[in-house]
């Protein structure tokens, strides 16, 4: 079993950057790949970011390239998501994710976080 929990949401302003952390417990942390996803309201969840296991790989989005980065530190047992030039529509609870092998999939998922919140003013 591994236990995730996020924090570090909030509300900020457009253009501005919030960076959300992933902390990990339970099974050996860097044996999973580490993802991101997010859900805004009346919407499906949505792939974000993934990293994998030593964080030499890492995956995006195209709605989110270049503005998001993925880091992991496997000694502290944590995910990090860091979000620059935030939009409005990124607005969404954002969860973090362990998955044995990369899918992208939610439902290929193998552990979730409860999510935390941003939301992004105009």
């Known amino acids: 079993q591994v236990q995730l929990v996020e924090s570090g949401g909030g509300l900020v302003q457009a253009g501005g950057s919030l960076k959300l952390s992933c902390a990990a417990s339970g099974r050996p942390f860097n044996t999973y790949y580490m993802n991101w996803f997010r859900q805004a309201p009346g919407k499906e969840r949505e792939f974000v970011a993934a990293s994998s296991g030593s964080g030499a790989r890492t995956y995006y989005s195209d709605s989110v390239k270049g503005r998001f980065s993925i880091s992991r530190d496997n000694a502290k047992s944590t995910v990090y998501l860091q979000m620059n030039s935030l939009k409005p529509e990124d607005t969404a609870v954002y969860y973090c994710?362990?998955?044995?092998?990369?899918?992208?999939?939610?439902?290929?998922?193998?552990?979730w976080g409860k999510g935390t919140l941003v939301t992004v003013s105009s």
């Open positions: 994710a362990a998955d044995s092998v990369l899918t992208y999939r939610p439902s290929g998922m193998d552990y």
